[in-house]
């Protein structure tokens, strides 16, 4: 799944706000994960191995790839972004948001294999 494009590619794209982008991309080159406690996302993995897509007429790179599980795409046919969240910030939000009302979310993490169900 690509972003975009934004930035210096597409100034008029919908998520510019004051000629920045508001998904904070293009995200910055990688070579691992790196698990940084500071903002409680993770920087994940974006190789700058020269690897480009055309998207809408423009050529992109890694840069603007959005975290996401291929399973779930796959399995509920729908645009899915994964993104871990490992701060008391991001469980405190998803509290708040399954206990809010009446439209509430139902979540489960677990590891095991679905197919053996």
Known sequence: MIHGPCGQLNPNSPCMVDNSCSK??????SEETVYASN???????RPNNGSVALVRR???GNEFVVPHNPYLLAKYDAHINVEVCSTIK???YLYKY??????????EVWDGDEILK
């Open 24 to 29: 904070k991309y293009p995200k910055e080159y």
């Open 39 to 45: 903002n409680g996302y993770p920087t994940y993995r």
């Open 58 to 60: 423009r050529e992109v």
């Open 90 to 92: 991001s469980v405190m």
């Open 98 to 107: 399954v206990y809010k009302g009446h439209d509430a979310a139902t979540m």
